[in-house]
Structure formats: structure tokens, C-alpha cells
T-cell receptor, first 113, second 120 residues
Framework: QKEVEQNSGPLSVPEGAIASLNCTYS??????FFWYRQYSGKSPELIMF????GDKEDGRFTAQLNKASQYVSLLIRDSQPSDSATYLC?????????????FGSGTRLSIRP | GAVVSQHPSWVICKSGTSVKIECRSL??????MFWYRQFPKQSLMLMAT?????????EQGVEKDKFLINHASLTLSTLTVTSAHPEDSSFYIC????????????????FGPGTRLTVL
């Protein structure tokens, strides 16, 4: 079982709709959860982080964390074509050495006009 | 967010030569930096964790004699690809850990823009 799992996609969403990206993780003791966006040919960019159960909102982005279900998601409201990218879920586990973050393989999101 | 720079942004070299990539934290001190490699359409692969003033910790399968990492100061880490071969052609990305004012699990990690290496 992979430590951080994401559906590779592509996930196709019409412009203006809500895009929902999901991620599950295996280390039950994980404490920090991150979402990065990576455009093709570019490096990842941190867009959200969350530590507590529940929702965290930042502009059009909402991160949701459910530690009991070992599940974290990212919602993008009013999706724009510029949101088309690969979204990486990342988790810092209790047992990860040197506080390294474990990345999922990413979900490719495509916003269709 | 914190700013991490990398130099060069791209490099083309002949097989057998060595290439050095620099990673700098511009507005903060980074006690820990990470080096990743990413092949086209593949996921990020962590190569090594670099702590200032100590030897880097390499991931399984990464040759430490081929990928030399030096983290001599709190703002600079370097990756040297020694005797590069075409199979080393990839996108190399560094990342720096940003310490929060609270407990360590609230630390974040920011990426540099990456260096695209092509070995002929």
C-alpha cells in the first residue's frame, strides 16, 4: 500500500464548477497535510496546508481533513482554466525521518471551457 | 511564501562531465533542504535530505558518490551530478523546510523553480 494515494486522473471539470480532489494516507499518526499545484514543466507550488480535522478555506480553495478516515481533500470553487494542473497531496508522518514530506503521485486536473 | 532559488535553470552538458546545481533560500534560513528528481510525466522522487553542517541522507537506490550534496550554509545547498550520463537527464528540484514559530509538524516546505539537465 502506498503511503499517500491519489487518483491519477485526468479529472475533467467544466469551468465554473467545483473540482474535488481526494487523497488517502496510510500513517494514522500523520499530523501535517499539504496540497501543492504543479504546472507542466514547472516545480510544485504550495497552495494549502492543514493540521486539524475539519475545513480550512483560502479564497477559492478549501482543504478538508478527516483523520479518522485518513482522508484529505481539496475543493476548488469556481474552477478556471488556469487551475488546470497536477495537484500533489503531501503528508508529514509521525515516523518519517528528518520530517520529510511524503508526496502522492498527483491528480491531473483539466478545466474545460 | 518563502522564496527558494535555483541556478542554473537549465543546463546541457556532454556525457562524462560534472554539473553543479545551486539551491538558495533567499529570505529565510533553511536548516533542512531536500533534493528531488522528476522524469517527464512521472512523480517527484526524493533523492536526499540535506542538513546544514552534516552529511546528506540519501534515499534507497540513490548513489551518494554520483550525486554529491553539500549544505555548507543555512542558505545554500548544492547538488553535483558527477560523470553525468544521458540517463541522468531529468528535472532536478530542491526544496527547503521553513520553520514555523510553533511545533515542528507545522513546518512547511517550499520548492525552487527547478533545473532541467540534459546530458548529450
Amino acid at each position: 500500500q502506498k503511503e499517500v494515494e491519489q487518483n491519477s486522473g485526468p479529472l475533467s471539470v467544466p469551468e465554473g464548477a467545483i473540482a474535488s480532489l481526494n487523497c488517502t494516507y496510510s500513517d494514522r499518526g500523520s499530523q501535517s497535510f499539504f496540497w501543492y499545484r504543479q504546472y507542466s514543466g514547472k516545480s510544485p507550488e504550495l497552495i494549502m496546508f492543514i493540521y486539524s480535522n475539519g475545513d480550512k478555506e483560502d479564497g477559492r480553495f478549501t482543504a478538508q481533513l478527516n483523520k479518522a478516515s485518513q482522508y484529505v481533500s481539496l475543493l476548488i470553487r469556481d474552477s478556471q482554466p488556469s487551475d488546470s494542473a497536477t495537484y500533489l497531496c503531501a503528508v508529514r508522518g509521525v515516523y518519517s525521518s528528518a520530517s520529510k514530506i511524503i508526496f502522492g503521485s498527483g491528480t491531473r486536473l483539466s478545466i474545460r471551457p | 511564501g518563502a522564496v527558494v532559488s535555483q541556478h542554473p535553470s537549465w543546463v546541457i552538458c556532454k556525457s562524462g562531465t560534472s554539473v553543479k546545481i545551486e539551491c538558495r533560500s533567499l529570505d529565510f534560513q533553511a536548516t533542512t533542504m531536500f533534493w528531488y528528481r522528476q522524469f517527464p510525466k512521472q512523480s517527484l522522487m526524493l533523492m536526499a535530505t540535506s542538513n546544514e553542517g552534516s552529511k546528506a541522507t540519501y534515499e534507497q537506490g540513490v548513489e551518494k558518490d554520483k550525486f554529491l550534496i553539500n549544505h555548507a550554509s543555512l542558505t545554500l545547498s548544492t547538488l553535483t551530478v558527477t560523470s553525468a550520463h544521458p540517463e541522468d537527464s531529468s528535472f532536478y528540484i530542491c526544496s527547503a523546510r521553513v520553520r514555523s514559530s510553533g511545533v515542528s509538524f507545522t513546518d512547511t516546505q517550499y520548492f525552487g523553480p527547478g533545473t532541467r539537465l540534459t546530458v548529450l
